[in-house]
């Protein structure tokens, strides 16, 4: 700008003297088009059935990554407690139990709380010289085949040959298990039923009542950027996108999930009319202005599996959401977790409705203040059943499992390294089960302390409980024996955690190290490439750079080496 220029003559110069005022530039302006799917009920929106699309796509990674949370049912704490309490009721109703024992889990997901169950309820039934274990079928279900099958190929189930029975199977259509007509035989009435992180992820709505009456939660579904967007997630034009949306089929709607991430969800209350008795009389108590979670998918599971139950059976209920009336209208927000959706249940309002069917359930002491929510439901619940439940479900129990790995953790922070050892002892004394904390203190242990040879031991029993899923685990096993000179162990450890998850950041690193030393510097480079893309957080960039320029300096000085060998050569011959 030249001294006699103005802010303004730079202004005019640069876009013109003259242009549209700024409501003409507005009105001007054609958004566009983004709508992938008109508005729909919220368990019948686009970003809810591509949650099962994603299921189906995904199988066991989500929980291997994560990105899913799934620890609080799957450690075995879970399990061992079930097999307790589950145990003891069945020895009361022995006179009363079938010659063959049915036990049945819905949504399974992992597979881990069957194999820990199993696991516990085998061993007290042998430590009792009971022969429950031996009459005892256990049907363990997922709704996708690949999950099943995973099951199987990975010998999940391995030790309870004739005592694990893995079948697929909806929880929208758990009648069918009990059908004949199908491939397998049809299940008799089981005895036991265990729905964990099940039913939040069955059709759910949010209702209210306003002045236009009775009105459910309706879902949009827009992706910003049109056909721009479009295009870059694979899809030809937004008629393509809209006609895979309408579509019930997984193989059409898995080719939206590289959408799911993107998509900018608009919502709107619509009029609501109920369908059955129990929804009316859920719809009659929703006061004027009041809003609440209507589970409708979770109670149609629900007494599907009541009408199905052995007359003395049980079933036990472990899940999230809202445990008083007065707090479910806090609890409103569809949580996401990966590709996965899921909705709290309410539960006094079921805890309502199949009372009124005749079915008690029973909660846990202090449960309101758990971080999931247990009950246990059945026709008739005596003194002693409460009291195993208070026993092996209440806050108290938690805590008292809880408080040595917390105590390490805030020890750990203040830089106590000795008080952190003891809590971690007194842990893995308390819960030698749990494979999550015994992988925290081997990782301690192991590599912060340097004992590598005790944390070795420690992840050692802690892959023996689950070497199935978690590449966490085989790369603590990898670090260790790297450490202590076992290169090829290390190595083999670190493939076995790319097997659970190609994609792991740590993993790759870790293979990084161990390529390099073998001398496979393009390998090494290529594992590099691998977790940089994967390490969106960006935990392992520092570290997966400095050893890509630890790597590229040893190509360099080898290059340099070689070029001087030549040169030396050379001079010889000259």
């Known amino acids: 700008m030249s001294d006699s220029q103005t802010p303004l003559d730079v202004l005019h110069r640069l876009v013109g003297g003259q242009g549209r005022s700024p409501l003409d530039a507005v009105g001007s302006v054609a958004p566009a088009l983004t709508q992938v799917e008109d508005f729909r009920p919220l368990g019948e929106c686009l970003e809810w059935r ?67 169950f199993l696991d516990a309820f085998a ?21 996708f085949s690949r999950t099943v099958d995973g099951w199987q190929r990975e010998g999940l189930f391995a030790g309870h040959e004739g005592h694990a029975d893995a079948r697929v199977c909806d929880a929208n259509s758990v009648d069918l298990l009990f ?34 009456g ?28 809209r006609g895979l949306a309408a579509s019930e089929h997984f193989d059409d709607l898995r080719r939206l999930l590289g959408l799911l991430p993107h998509l900018e969800l608009e919502t709107e209350f619509r009029p609501w009319n109920p369908t059955t008795a129990a929804e009316t009389a859920f719809a009659s108590a929703v006061a004027d202005g009041q809003r609440a ?27 999230y959401g809202p445990v008083r009336s007065e707090d479910v ?58 009291e195993l439940l ?28 000795n008080d952190a050892l003891e809590a971690y002892r007194r842990a893995i004394e308390r819960s030698p089960g749990d494979w999550q904390m015994l992988g925290e203190a081997a990782e301690y242990i192991g590599l912060q302390l340097g004992d590598h040879a005790a944390g070795l031991d420690i992840v050692r029993a802690a892959l023996e409980r689950n070497p199935w899923r978690s590449a966490w685990l085989w790369n603590i096993l990898g670090d260790c024996l790297f450490y202590r000179n076992r290169l090829e162990g290390a190595h083999a450890a670190f493939m076995q955690a790319l097997r659970i998850d190609p994609d792991d950041p740590r993993s790759n690193l870790n293979l990084a190290y161990t390529l390099s030393a073998q001398d496979d510097q393009a390998g090494a480079l290529a594992a590099i490439a691998r977790g ?43």
């Open 293 to 319: 979670i209507l589970n409708h998918g979770a109670l149609a599971c629900l007494e599907k599996l009541i009408r199905r139950l052995d007359p003395h059976g049980l079933l036990l209920i472990n899940d």
């Open 214 to 241: 009775l009105e459910q939660l309706c879902v949009r579904a827009h992706v910003p950027g049109g056909e721009t967007a479009l295009q870059a997630a694979g899809l030809a034009n937004l008629e393509e996108a």
């Open 329 to 386: 209208a806090n609890h409103l927000g569809v949580q996401r977790f990966g590709g996965s959706v899921a909705l709290g249940l309410n539960f006094p309002w079921l805890e309502r409705v199949l009372g009124e069917q005749g079915f008690a359930c029973v909660a846990p002491e202090g449960d309101e203040q758990r971080y999931i929510h247990s009950r246990l439901c059945a026709r008739g619940i005596g003194a002693k059943a409460v």
């Open 50 to 116: 591509l949650a099962d699309a994603f299921w189906d796509h995904a199988g066991v990674i989500p929980f291997v990554r994560n990105d899913v949370p799934y620890l609080v049912n799957n450690s075995g704490r879970l399990s061992e407690s079930a097999a307790a309490l589950v145990f003891a009721a069945l020895e009361q109703l022995r006179p009363s139990l079938p010659a063959r024992i049915l036990m049945l889990e819905l949504g399974a997901g992992s597979g881990l709380f069957a194999r820990y």
């Open 179 to 212: 059908d004949s007509g199908r491939d397998v035989p049809p299940l008799g009435a089981p005895v036991v039923v265990f729905c964990n992180y099940l039913l939040d992820v069955l059709p759910a709505r949010i209702v209210r009542r306003s002045g236009k």
């Open 532 to 574: 940089l893309a994967s390490d969106g957080q960006g935990h392992f960039r520092p570290r997966l750079l400095e050893k890509q320029g630890q790597i590229i300096a040893t190509i360099a000085d080898r290059t340099a080496a070689e070029k001087a060998q030549l040169a030396r050569r050379a001079q010889r011959f000259a």
């Open 123 to 143: 061993d007290r039934c042998r430590k009792a010289g009971s022969d429950l274990y031996q009459r005892l079928t256990y049907v363990v279900t997922d709704r």
């Open 390 to 417: 208070n026993q092996h479900f209440g806050l108290a129990h938690d805590k008292a499992l809880d408080a040595p790995q917390d105590e390490a953790r805030a020890h750990l922070a203040a830089g106590r390294r």
